[in-house]
């Protein structure tokens, strides 16, 4: 056997993966309904052997990339000779085919996580969990064979070279943020699962919601890693200096990662109190809906023409009938299931219920708010009515303040009681956050000079920050004798939530921060030019030109002052990718705890001159710290003891 059958043999591991996908799909299920033990129990070797039929595909795909295997179409265009080895692997998602290939594996990953703990779920749950996801599966694995498979071959013309892997994409990036990313699109998939499962065994109570709140913690933590990272690779990668454009790839990744937090909330209070039953299991359906629709918005084409579908009706037909299918179907067995659903527990309006209540009102309502601004100008342009944008000004508009208010009312659940909060318990503890929070606000804006928005936004951002503190303490001081020692009886769960909020405060602040106190300036400069911009001075040292492996490079040497002393050494580059005939920006950071001092290289003028594009961003790194401690709190959350128990009935 050669290297040239390779694809051959990937090609046959999906085809023999479908099978046994729609195997998983239908034998526990007509178990169940025929209450066969034996038809349930096929879930879990079903789902072992779909998963590794589907790694053995995955890993042909790459040694195809890494051994420049140019006889496979998709290699051929997503990969060169001179591609460094890094870049190689990573091209394997680096195109359409390859991608679903990613999102395949991913799925059938989170399957076998899934059939590892059915020790943990009764007999008849975990199985028909397992046979949702295998419909699943099959949906993406006949639309990857059918319509999208990176195994076609081209003989015998095969090139020599390759046609490389777009530049953009040649960057630690692309290696780290879309397999995260994908990570939380799929994971959301076992969510949706539980949900459509409760739903067929009529078993909404408590114990699906505790089922299904690992798995979506997880998702929901891979999910914001993806987005964090994927706001960094931009910031530093494009060259503009920005790390959120309101780009519809961005919002494709937001919408879901909003809806899932209401999911999360919600999942709480269904485990905890047994109300917002139907809420919680319409947001696990909404929420891998936006999954599906995210994914498939970035990877068909859609984002940048309307009519691609019509490029290629065979891949939009799939497309369409995967979300009817999978959607459609949910909301149907939900409609039938909607007398069962109804919770009977009733709370006052100032218990924890209720802002956790307002809480997914306001999240679904910024949902909705990038769904319309998404779609908006992709329905507008394929009912023939002209193009139009729709940017930044109507997201920070709509968005913005509607944020604001969900981290006001963000603070306020944690501190509040199950089902009644006494009035005078709220006024101490609010009061005492607020005048603190507003005052530290107003010493640093009267320091600074910013406007008021300004004030009230970083008064929101210390207020959780304050709340959760004084939330913390007062459960430190509970216990009589043994109060410092309190913090040890604390679950998991609660640091979990308590790392989260703290995190979306820093970012937050970041947010803020660089927004009114950034320097930005776009100047010409020559070697042994200068120029100052906030405060620091730039010396444009050199210029000199280096060979790359498929690439040539003119990378300058800046030196960065302030009050006389060295504070940064800055390399920027502009790259000539020969294959692609293409030209990158490669921006230079001098990266600090409080400021990023960030040069990017324009057009190259006359007499050695160059464009250069300096920023000062201020507290910018906070922005993506903060998004690296909402990540551990999801994970904290998704690996509390309570979920690691074996076995319990329903």
């Not at 015998?156 to 994908?182: A, E, F, K, M, R």
């Not at 050494?569 to 705890?593: C, I, S």
Request: net charge positive; aromatic share 16%; charged share 10%.
């Amino acid at each position: 056997m050669t290297r040239f059958m390779f694809p051959e043999i990937g090609q046959f591991s999906l085809i023999l993966a479908l099978f046994f996908a729609i195997a998983l799909a239908t034998l526990p299920m007509v178990g169940y309904f025929r209450q066969s033990l034996l038809l349930l129990n096929t879930a879990r070797p079903l789902t072992h052997v779909m998963a590794c039929l589907v790694v053995i595909a995955f890993l042909l795909l790459a040694w195809a990339f890494i051994t420049d295997d140019f006889s496979v179409l998709y290699v051929s265009q997503n990969s060169n000779v001179d591609l460094p080895l890094r870049y190689k692997f990573s091209a394997v998602w680096g195109g359409h085919e390859g991608s679903l290939l990613l999102w395949v594996l991913i799925l059938a990953l989170w399957c076998l996580a899934v059939a590892l703990r059915l020790d943990s779920l009764p007999e008849t749950i975990g199985p028909l969990v397992l046979s949702v996801l295998g419909w699943v599966a099959s949906g993406f694995l006949a639309f990857l064979l059918f319509t999208s498979s990176p195994f076609v071959r081209i003989l015998p013309d095969v090139p020599t070279s390759g046609g490389d892997l777009n530049p953009l994409l040649q960057d630690i990036g692309l290696i780290l943020h879309p397999p995260i990313l994908y990570m939380g699109y799929v994971g959301f998939s076992v969510a949706f699962a539980f949900a459509v499962v409760a739903l067929i065994t009529g078993n909404l109570n408590a114990y699906w919601a505790r089922w299904a709140r690992p798995w979506t913690a997880a998702a929901w933590a891979s999910l914001t890693f993806g987005i964090t990272l994927g706001s960094w690779w931009a910031y530093y990668e494009l060259g503009w200096g920005g790390w959120w454009f309101w780009d519809p790839v961005e919002n494709a990744s937001f919408m879901p990662w909003l809806a899932g937090t209401a999911l999360l909330h919600s999942l709480v209070v269904t485990e905890k109190r047994g109300v917002f039953k139907s809420w919680t299991v319409l947001l696990a359906i909404f929420t891998f809906s936006l999954s599906l629709l995210g994914t498939f918005l970035v990877r068909s084409g859609v984002l940048t023409s309307v009519h691609a579908f019509a490029a290629d009706p065979t891949r939009g037909v799939f497309i369409l009938a995967l979300l009817v299918v999978l959607v459609g179907g949910s909301l149907l067995l939900y409609a039938l299931r909607a007398g069962q659903v109804r919770s009977s527990v009733s709370f006052g309006f100032s218990g924890r219920e209720a802002w956790l209540l307002l809480n997914n009102i306001l999240l679904s309502v910024l949902t909705l708010t990038v769904l319309l601004g998404t779609l908006y100008p992709l329905l507008f342009d394929a009912l023939g009515m002209g193009r139009i944008s729709v940017g930044a000004p109507y997201f920070n508009a709509v968005f913005g303040p509607i944020a604001l208010c969900l981290m006001v009312f963000m603070a306020i659940g944690p501190f509040s009681k199950w089902h009644h909060t006494k009035l005078a318990t709220w006024w101490k503890a609010m009061l005492g956050a607020a005048l603190l929070s507003m005052g530290l606000a107003a010493g640093i804006v009267f320091w600074q000079l910013f406007d008021w928005l300004t004030w009230f936004s970083l008064s929101v951002a210390f207020w959780v920050v304050f709340m959760t503190l004084l939330d913390w303490f007062n459960k430190q001081f509970v216990s009589g004798k043994q109060r410092l020692k309190q913090w040890r009886t604390l679950p998991n769960r609660y640091y979990a939530m308590v790392i989260a909020h703290f995190g979306m405060a820093i970012s937050l602040v970041g947010v803020i921060m660089v927004s009114v106190n950034s320097h930005e300036a776009m100047v010409k400069m020559s070697p042994g030019s200068q120029a100052e911009v906030g405060g620091y001075v730039f010396v444009f040292d050199s210029m000199e030109l280096i060979k790359g492996p498929n690439y040539l490079s003119d990378r300058g040497h800046f030196q960065v002052y302030q009050q006389g002393q060295l504070v940064a050494d800055l390399y920027p580059e502009k790259r000539f990718f020969t294959t692609r005939q293409q030209v990158m920006t490669e921006a230079a950071l001098g990266a600090g705890f409080t400021r990023d001092l960030y040069i990017s290289l324009g057009e190259k003028l006359e007499d050695g001159a160059w464009g250069v594009r300096i920023h000062i961003k201020s507290f910018v790194r906070w922005i993506w710290l903060g998004g690296l401690f909402m990540v551990l709190g999801g994970m904290l959350a998704a690996f509390d003891k309570r979920y690691r128990q074996k076995r319990e009935r329903a």
